[in-house]
């Protein structure tokens, strides 16, 4: 945002006309939402920069549509455009409130918009703003916040102390990550954006992006009339054990509703019939278990026998954790270059991240919070306050693309992250983990890249689950992981 908002200004674009275009923007999806406003009571909270500043502009917008408005600023002295709209509302008839008559305006409030803190914010709230923070939080009224939530780290999510918990936050010119990415997304509330008149020739190439349909066009790759089973992608799922056949079933299931040709699993010995009566289009095999009925490191050379024939692996769901795990996964990333993906038990078996960094193909790990914090060996609480870096840093460390799960499925390579769009509370249920591998690993059998097939194959996962709850009108709550195989292909469909 900061470059764009340069690059704009180079093209001498004064930063007044773009605060004025935002604010302007800002108000109109303002009176949207919560309009006529016409006397009601808003007060507009002000920090001590430009996104003060859009807070003066906003609160002349609101005055014109004919508010009772007030407005705390939090400095007695403004420079550049604040100061210049601040200036305009001291030439009106707008109410500008001290910190004593704050909370009485507060409680008196219809509507509150919260211009403390925007882009300019990091780290922990200081001084007085915690607490008008906390007042806001407390207040009855709706909040709409600009640009950003004050106490969210627009760039990263991260909420280090009190943040605003708004209904609305209007954005200028993009979505703040920190709108999205949780913690900080869960209180931005709905999210819209506001065209401020930046010209292509200031755009910027963003390195965190919003994985919609739209910038997924071409990515899924299709079947020719000339395809054959194997050449339309051909899976190997190592998965399951003796008393755990249904996230391998679950697998499979979400990787032939994914486009895979072929699908083989490898499996305990004592598990396959199972699986393989569950499993009809799949080719089923078992492996040497130890006592526990987990597939053994002796599996290795008849799970490396079966990679011949594929063109790609899932490696993990209810494989089991403990020594013949980590000598499984171990055997078989250092025995193919196949596409890997890993999940579950088989990241879990992992000494760390830098395991996977000497692996010459192309290898993803889908992991959620819990995961991940076991991984890095820092723990679910740290990973789920830095998501965004704690997916980074994994890509990093393990050279390898980097799924992590979560309202907010983030899919970080290199130095790219892809946040998810879609998605609902509803795949809150045990075994939508196991169909996203299998829609993944699909995707990777087919060709994609990882980062591609890690991000289309959540996006398609969030969309299923959003089909399902539109077309049966059901609660959320009775949503089942295998209800999602009936909606896949029409999410896919939607990519087409
Ligand atoms: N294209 C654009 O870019 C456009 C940008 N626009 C708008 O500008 C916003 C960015 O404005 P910005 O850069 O002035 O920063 P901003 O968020 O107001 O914060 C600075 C203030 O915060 C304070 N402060 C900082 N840290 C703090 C802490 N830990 N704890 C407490 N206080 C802290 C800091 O205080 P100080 O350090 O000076 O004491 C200073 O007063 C952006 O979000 C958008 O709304 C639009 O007008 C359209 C065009
Ligand atoms: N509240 C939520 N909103 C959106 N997606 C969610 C939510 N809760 C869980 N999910 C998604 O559901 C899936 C759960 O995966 P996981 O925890 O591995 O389940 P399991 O291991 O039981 O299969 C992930 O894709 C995750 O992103
Ligand atoms: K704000």
Known sequence: MTRADRGAQALGIPGGVLME????GMSRAILDSFGPLAGRRVLVAAGGGNNGGDGFVIARELYRAGADVAVFATKDEYGG????????LRNLAVRLV???????????ADLVVDALLGTGFEGEVRGDLSGLIRE???AAAPVVAVDVPSGVNGSTGEVEGPAVRAD???CAHAAKVGCVVSPGGDHAGRVEVVDIGIPPEAEVEAATTWTDAASLRGVV????GAAHKYSAGSLLIVAGSSSATGATVMVGRGAQRAGCGIVFVVTSESAAHRVDAALTEALVSGAPEDGDGLMSGDAVEHIL??????????????????????RLVEGILNGTDLPILLDADAITNLPGPGALAARSGPTVITPHAGELGRLLGTGAKEVSARRLSSARRTAEESRSCVLLKGTDTLV??????????????????AGTGDVLSGVIGALLSRGADPYDAARTGAWAHGRAAELWLERTGRPVESMVATDLFEYLPEAFAELL
């Open 21 to 24: 275009r935002a604010s302007v």
């Open 81 to 88: 455009d604040a100061a210049v709209n601040l200036d305009v």
């Open 98 to 108: 001290g910190r004593d008559a704050f909370s009485e305006e507060l409680a008196g």
């Open 136 to 138: 806001i939080n407390d």
């Open 168 to 170: 609305l936050t209007v």
């Open 221 to 224: 790759p299709r079947r020719t």
């Open 305 to 326: 026998g079966m990679s011949e024939r594929a063109s790609a692996i899932v490696l993990g769901p209810a494989a089991g954790v403990g020594e013949g795990g980590r």
């Open 412 to 429: 970080a390579e290199g130095e790219r992250v892809a946040v998810n769009s879609t998605g609902t509370h509803a795949l809150a249920t």
